[in-house]
């Protein structure tokens, strides 16, 4: 069933922003789906012990709960980027390179230590997974009595953008957009493949499910899967001045709902064909599918 907590767009302080959208509810695995998704959240936030973002609570716990009185068929948890890579922060250092030229590119500066910070995520991510699995067996579910996917994310940028992308929503260099798309995703995908392999849980690899559709990749909006910088004024209706700031940007550069209907679709895939890691891959007719296995190698777009 669909979570009956509200979207959280502000209401009473709560900037989770969860979306219908959502592809927890796209998988067609089951009925409906139950979103316990919070916006910003980290690993701390899904495990026990914690506050939980937005006073929320542990979604750990909360998935205790629901799966004692509900049939749970999958979980699905994305969680790591809040941690030590902190891809909201390094977006920002990117996009102040952009702006300001006596700044030293992104690649250069947050390059160098990216391995340190996957590295000081995996215990987190690592001590996550295994809480989630221990709500489920408190629940009473076996480990194979429903599928666990740890999924990875996609990268929202690309060095191949237009012209104009510094105006049209991506102030961003193409070369430390190329190096997010060929360096830090695949790189931080690869180190939730690990925690995913050390906690035996399955791993769905996101890091190019956007490839080709991303923010500034083509002239409009349309037909791209990764949101632009992106000023939602309706924070405002919802969250009053308390959406002053970042709250009024929290859509930029994440996946759109067609993505995430597409994205729900290659997990769904993914689930029903039983494979333990896979990837989500753009297809020529435009779609998504689920792949097992690796995904191919990288390579840098013309520009």
């Not at 998704?37 to 980290?42: M, R, V």
């Amino acid at each position: 069933m669909r979570t009956p907590t509200s979207p959280a767009r502000g209401e009473n302080g709560n900037w989770c922003h969860r979306s219908s959208n959502a592809f927890v509810h796209r998988t067609g695995l089951a009925d409906a789906g139950i979103n316990l998704a919070c916006s910003g959240a980290d690993s701390a936030d899904v495990g026990f012990g914690a506050p939980g973002r937005n006073g929320e609570g542990s979604q750990a716990a909360r998935l205790r709960e629901i799966a004692r009185t509900h049939r749970v068929v999958a979980v699905t948890l994305q969680v790591g980027a809040n941690d030590e890579p902190a891809l909201t922060r390094t977006a920002v250092a990117c996009i102040r390179t952009f702006v300001d030229p006596t700044v030293a590119p992104c690649r250069d500066t947050v390059g160098p230590q990216w391995a340190g910070r996957l590295a000081a995520m995996a215990p987190h991510v690592e001590a996550a997974v295994r809480d989630v699995q221990q709500a489920m067996r408190d629940a009473g579910y076996a480990d194979d009595g429903y599928a666990f996917v740890l999924a990875s994310y996609a990268s929202p940028v690309t060095e191949a953008m237009g012209p104009l992308h510094g105006v049209e929503g991506c102030p961003l260099s193409r070369p430390d957009a190329g190096w997010g798309r060929t360096v830090a995703f695949p790189q931080l995908a690869e180190a939730l493949r690990g925690v995913a392999e050390r906690t035996g849980v399955r791993f769905l690899d996101l890091s190019r499910a956007t490839e080709g559709h991303e923010a500034c990749s083509r002239g409009t909006a349309a037909g791209e899967w990764q949101r632009r910088i992106t000023v939602d004024p309706q924070a405002l209706v919802h969250g009053r001045l308390d959406a002053l700031g970042q709250h009024l940007f929290q859509e930029s550069f994440h996946p759109n709902a067609e993505a995430h209907a597409l994205l729900g679709g290659c997990l769904g895939e993914f689930v029903k064909a039983g494979a333990r890691q896979g990837a989500c891959e753009v297809t020529p007719q435009g779609g998504l599918r689920a792949n097992s296995g690796l995904p191919p190698p990288i390579t840098s777009a013309a520009v």
